[in-house]
């Protein structure tokens, strides 16, 4: 690892262990932006960790951005992070002028399509997108849509009667957005290399792989401590074989996770997708694995709103969802490998990972 | 309380550069993918095994005065894992070049460097490990085979099992008890360089299930051994035997060595396989894409100089559930029975890894022993 990395990596653990405990979780949790959270996430510059030197970024570099997100992903960070990183990268590689606060991206889901049609001097957009990551806290939506064959980038804040609320399993905000008639008159540009709509799938895919193994770390912490601490039968309960395996299991998981996150963070320049599809899903079932066996050690207290568990467990749900759920990404990656073929599967594997 | 870290595998051109040559090597001295021993995986060839070593390729990390190249273990991780995924015939020199080699040049008399390393490193010794007993397995501790100190050197009395190789070796590694029984249950034992050539051995063939013959039930009748088969210090039988292990752990071998399953059920599985089969490739090619990851890491560690038995059995956990679990995917994608011997590859190699499948979870310490020692690493015992 860089020292660069390790730098960031440092000033993001200081950062969110001072400005994220579960009151800030709760708090979001009931609607309420943590605006301290994200001023100070704005002022150290993460949002910012993904914009190209050659763009005007900082030159952070995408593995030590992802080495952040793992971290905000570890204390459940409830902020559109990743999300506002891509946006930022989108909006800058494309040319287009920056937008201040809080930003998102669409379409998410991989069914939804956005239109983009000229009407005279402005743009006319067309479509809705689900589950649109913080869209009514967001102070813009970047959306990658197509026009005339030509993938276009559209930058825009969204009027509040065209949002309808909904949440992931973890409470943070997912929100539809009907997009159909929706007027731009500026911040309409080509979309570069890298921008396109399934760029943005996997980019954002990547990022998930970053928040879900700084969860499982945070997962196997608690467990361990819990294990530790919670006395049965005269002696703690980390004693007993049939629980250490489950935890030796979840350490497993969690090193899967972190794998497969680097994975994505090597591919991330050139959005590999065969890297970023072994990651995502890798991760993601990971994600699966280990909120089962944290919640077995834990028992019924892990089952309770109060228990910080809930903070990883709920997000690793959601995440393991979002940007190409595991069956998404294995399908694509098996068609890879019969196209590779027998013969060339191993260098496929190789010249991957 | 102790997270382990895997930190990811660092970038080595050199380790690349050499990857190109080990597979024209392989695609040029390789029999055809049909032969029944390379689908029976790992077979043994001396032959093979020579040329291997005339490429440098056998103890290459070990140092020049004794046969060594002095390359780097990325550089021996990338030669292994390439010969692995070929299915190349290795079981020659496999366990010298990973386990037994690395012993003596840690723990080995000057002389006994001289005299093993650089055959070894020819391809013209080969090595058996002589741990379990009858009455010890995963309590290795417990072993009772004995070597009692006599005038010059040593009598041995007791038996090994499940011993591979052990008929077909040159050498066995053996672990046995030199001293008394003690309140530490470490204590007292130590490793023997034995000559498989020494009278007062008989080694005698166990079959598996499957009915091939690789392991062996190895036993001595006063074998007298002189002083200088000892290897290391008498009495460090433990700590060395230790160590060992955790060279035997943490290589690739534990996910890669079924991986020509993965070759012949992607070449069946044609270029337009239904939905259920892409997804349930892709998922077990997402699978060695993270282990291999996970073992390049452990193999940056051993380059590093550290001894990381914990994160080697921790990947090994890992592999070895997951070659088990491509024996359960494939056979639910196609077909065909998996039948032994039959000229349709992907059939033969099935039949033979659904009934190897059990061993992989046993062998080099069960899975329930690498648990626990992933406890301990974990800080939890
Ligand atoms: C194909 C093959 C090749 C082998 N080659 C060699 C070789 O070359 N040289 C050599 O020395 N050995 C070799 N072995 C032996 C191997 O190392 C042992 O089989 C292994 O250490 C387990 O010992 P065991 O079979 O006696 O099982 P046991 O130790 O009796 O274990 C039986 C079951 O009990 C469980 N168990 C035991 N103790 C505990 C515990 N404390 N906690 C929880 N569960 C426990 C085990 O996990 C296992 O599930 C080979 C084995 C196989 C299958």
């Known amino acids: 690892m860089s020292a660069a990395h390790d730098l960031l990596t440092d000033s993001a653990e200081r950062l969110f262990g001072t400005l994220c405990d579960q009151a800030v979780g709760a ?36 593995a030590e951005a992802c080495g952040a997100l793992a971290v905000a992903g570890q204390f459940a960070a409830p902020i559109p992070l990743a999300e506002t990183m891509l946006a ?181 320049e050139k959005l590999d997708p065969l890297a970023i599809a072994a990651a995502k899903l890798r991760a993601g079932e990971a994600a699966s694995r280990v909120a089962a066996l944290a919640h077995q050690v834990h028992g019924a207290i892990g089952f309770t709103r109060e228990f910080a568990l809930q903070n990883a467990t709920r997000r690793l749900w959601s995440w393991r969802e979002e940007f190409g759920k595991e069956a998404h990404w294995a399908e694509r990656l098996g068609r890879a490998a019969v196209a590779a073929g027998g013969d060339g599967l191993w260098a496929m594997i190789t010249a991957a990972g | 309380m102790s997270q382990l870290t895997f930190a990811p595998p660092v970038p080595a051109p ?50 020049k005065r004794y046969g060594g190249r ?56 080969s090595f058996c490990i002589g741990m379990s007993e009858p009455d010890s397995g995963s309590d290795l501790a417990a072993a009772r085979t004995r070597a009692a100190p006599v005038q010059g050197g040593f009598l041995v009395n007791g038996r090994k099992i499940w011993t591979s190789n052990a008929h077909c070796a040159d050498y066995m590694i053996l672990f046995c008890r030199t001293g008394e029984k003690s309140e530490d249950r470490h204590a007292g034992a130590s490793q023997f360089i034995v000559d498989l050539r020494t009278p007062g051995i008989t080694v005698r063939p166990i079959i598996d299930l ?91 560690m051993l380059q590093a100089g550290r001894e990381p038995a914990v994160e080697a059995a921790l990947v090994k956990d890992l592999g070895t559930s997951f070659e088990q679990e491509v024996v359960e995917i494939a056979r639910t994608l196609i077909e065909d029975e998996p039948a032994p011997g039959s000229a349709d590859a992907l059939a033969a190699v099935l039949a033979h890894l659904v009934q190897h499948a059990p061993s992989f979870s046993i062998r080099g310490g069960t899975r329930e022993i690498l648990r626990g020692i992933i406890a301990r690493g974990l800080g939890l015992r």
């Open chain 1, 27 to 62: 708090a979001a949790e009931a609607g309420v932006w943590p605006e301290a959270l994200w001023r100070a996430v704005e002022a150290a510059g993460f949002t910012e960790a993904l914009v190209p030197e050659e763009c005007g970024g900082s030159g952070i570099g995408a």
């Open chain 1, 88 to 268: 930022r990268r989108f909006l800058a590689r494309a040319g287009l002028p920056p937008i201040a606060g809080p930003l998102t991206v669409a379409p998410v889901d991989r069914r939804d399509a956005v239109t983009l049609e000229r009407a005279g001097a402005v743009w006319r957009l067309g479509g809705r997108v689900r589950r649109v990551p913080w869209a009514r806290q967001a102070a813009a939506l970047v959306l990658v849509t197509t026009h005339d064959g030509e993938a276009m980038l559209v930058a825009l804040a969204v009027p509040a009667e065209r949002i309808v609320a909904g949440r992931n399993l973890a409470g943070e905000p997912r929100d539809d957005v009907t997009l159909d008639g929706l007027i731009v008159a500026e911040n309409v540009a080509p979309a570069p290399g890298g921008c396109t709509r399934d760029d943005l799938l996997a980019a954002g895919a990547a990022l998930r792989a970053q928040q879900i193994a700084g969860a499982a770390a945070s997962v196997l912490a608690m467990t361990l401590r819990y294990a530790g601490e919670r006395v049965q039968f005269g002696r703690p309960i980390g004693k007993f074989q049939a629980v250490q395996h489950n935890i030796a299991m979840l350490a497993g998981e969690t090193a899967s996770a972190a794998a497969a996150a680097d994975m994505a963070a090597a591919a991330f």
């Open chain 2, 14 to 63: 050199e380790a690349e550069a050499l990857r190109a040559e080990v597979r024209a090597f392989l695609a040029a001295e390789l029999p055809p993918v049909s032969a029944p021993d390379r689908l029976r995986l790992g077979g043994r060839d001396p032959a093979f095994s020579r040329k291997v070593a005339a490429r440098g390729w056998i103890g290459m990390t070990w140092p």
């Open chain 2, 70 to 125: 002095e390359r780097s273990a990325l550089e021996r991780y990338v030669v292994q894992e390439e010969m692995l995924a070929a299915g190349a015939p290795v079981a020659a020199h496999w366990v010298a070049d990973r386990q037994s080699g690395p012993n003596i040049l840690r723990n080995g008399s000057e002389a006994q460097k001289n005299f093993f390393l650089p055959r070894i490193a020819a391809g013209e010794c």
């Open chain 2, 210 to 300: 499957a009915g091939l013959h690789h392991f062996n039930e190895v036993i001595f009748e006063d074998m007298f051994l002189p002083e200088e088969s000892l290897l290391g210090g008498l009495g460090d039988g433990w700590r060395q035997v230790s160590g060992e292990l955790a060279f035997e752990r943490s290589g690739p071998e534990r996910f890669l060595s079924s991986f020509r399953l993965m070759v012949e059920l992607t070449a069946a599985l044609g270029a337009e396989p239904s939905e259920r089969a892409a997804m349930a490739l892709g998922r077990l090619v997402a699978h060695v894409m993270t282990l291999r990851r996970l073992s390049r890491s452990v193999a940056g």
